[in-house]
Nanobody
Framework: QVQLVESGGGLVQAGDSLRLSCAAS????????MGWFRQAAGKEREFVAT??????AYTDSVKGRFTISRDNAKNTVVLQMNSLKPEDTAVYYC????????????????????WGQGTQVTVSS
């Protein structure tokens, strides 16, 4: 059974940093597309970052502040979040997919077939 488990969330102040980890089990996710999404209270889930085939992509609001990376030896993907803002407050979800798309667009949540349970990130002002 495939499982994605996020960790590293918490309550921080604006300007602080957090490091989210997503540990995969049940199969090897080396080099498959993986992503981070988030959902704030009362809002729809939105794309944050993705890493696929060595390429990364970010939503505009986190560019320059967040970095996605992977450790294939540990079957883990990491989201380093710096200079956090109150508007970053949300539940953060890790996602993975075994499907490759010719357009290379992994910003769409429906293109992922594995999801973690989420980890809460709260940024106070």
């Amino acid at each position: 059974q495939v499982q994605l488990v996020e960790s590293g969330g918490g309550l921080v102040q604006a300007g602080d940093s957090l490091r989210l980890s997503c540990a995969a089990s049940g199969r090897t996710f080396s080099n498959v597309p993986m992503g981070w999404f988030r959902q704030a209270a009362g809002k729809e889930r939105e794309f944050v970052a993705t890493i696929a085939g060595g390429r990364t992509a970010y939503t505009d609001s986190v560019k320059g502040r967040f970095t996605i990376s992977r450790d294939n030896a540990k079957n883990t993907v990491v989201l380093q979040m710096n200079s956090l803002k109150p508007e970053d407050t949300a539940v953060y979800y890790c996602a993975a997919t075994e499907r490759w798309y010719l357009d290379g667009d992994y910003t769409k949540s429906y293109r992922y077939n594995y999801w973690g349970q989420g980890t809460q990130v709260t940024v106070s002002s």
